[in-house]
């Protein structure tokens, strides 16, 4: 059973830095995509960034493209995001996903697993 652990929210101020990791077990990866999404109160769960796990090919959101990084350790099984020039708008639960095939999509039906999410708070 794919078992998907996030870890690394936490407080910062606006112009900040946060790493998120994503620890993947319990599954095959390599033939898949892996993502990241969020999603702030009242509001329906949003495509960050996504991978695929073999070749590293990347995608964003144009809201944070340029500010967010998203890539993998093959060894580790583990996606990380790193955010840079945070925005108290970037404050939500991040949560980590496995895609359904190697297609980097950005909606969430392509996505069959999630982790719990974690919590990143941005204030100004």
């Known amino acids: 059973q794919v078992q998907l652990v996030e870890s690394g929210g936490g407080l910062v101020q606006a112009g900040g830095s946060l790493r998120l990791s994503c620890a993947a077990s319990?599954?095959?990866?390599?033939?898949?995509?892996m993502g990241w999404f969020r999603q702030a109160p009242g509001k329906e769960r949003e495509f960050v960034a996504s991978?695929?796990?073999?070749?590293?090919?990347?995608y964003y959101a144009d809201s944070v493209k340029g500010r967010f990084t998203i890539s993998r350790d093959n060894a580790k099984n583990t996606v990380y995001l790193q955010m840079n020039s945070l925005k108290p708008e970037d404050t939500a639960v991040y949560y980590c996903a496995k895609g359904k095939t190697s297609v980097l999509v950005t909606t969430t039906s392509g996505f069959g697993s999630w982790g719990q999410g974690t919590q990143v708070t941005v204030s100004s």
């Open positions: 991978i695929r796990w073999v070749g590293g090919v990347t």
């Open positions: 319990g599954g095959t990866f390599s033939s898949y995509a």
